[in-house]
């Protein structure tokens, strides 16, 4: 995955907040996935327009530190489950 990938939810995915947890959670058929704060930031920035690149600059300007890696190996994992997909840019 470069930094000029942008990722978006695959279309069978879906992001929302779950009341009874409290949580963002992530939809998909048959399966809950309960984020922590910052999965679901960085989810929350997989829409299609923003860059990887642009993605860690973004959550950098929120936490103190956010590393590049960590934020690349977790799109590598939900893309590897087909929750995600790219578009180059």
């Known amino acids: 995955m470069s930094g000029s990938d942008r990722p978006r939810l695959a279309r069978h995915v879906r992001l929302t907040f779950c009341r ?40 950098g300007a929120c936490y103190q530190t956010v590393p590049e890696d960590e934020v690349r190996q977790f799109l590598d994992r939900l893309l590897a489950r087909r929750w995600l997909e790219l578009s180059d840019g």
């Open 20 to 59: 009874t947890r409290q949580r963002k959670v992530l939809l998909h058929p048959e399966t809950v996935v309960v984020l922590n704060g910052s999965g679901a930031a960085v989810l929350e920035l997989c829409d299609g327009r923003h860059t990887v690149a642009e993605i860690v600059t973004e959550l």
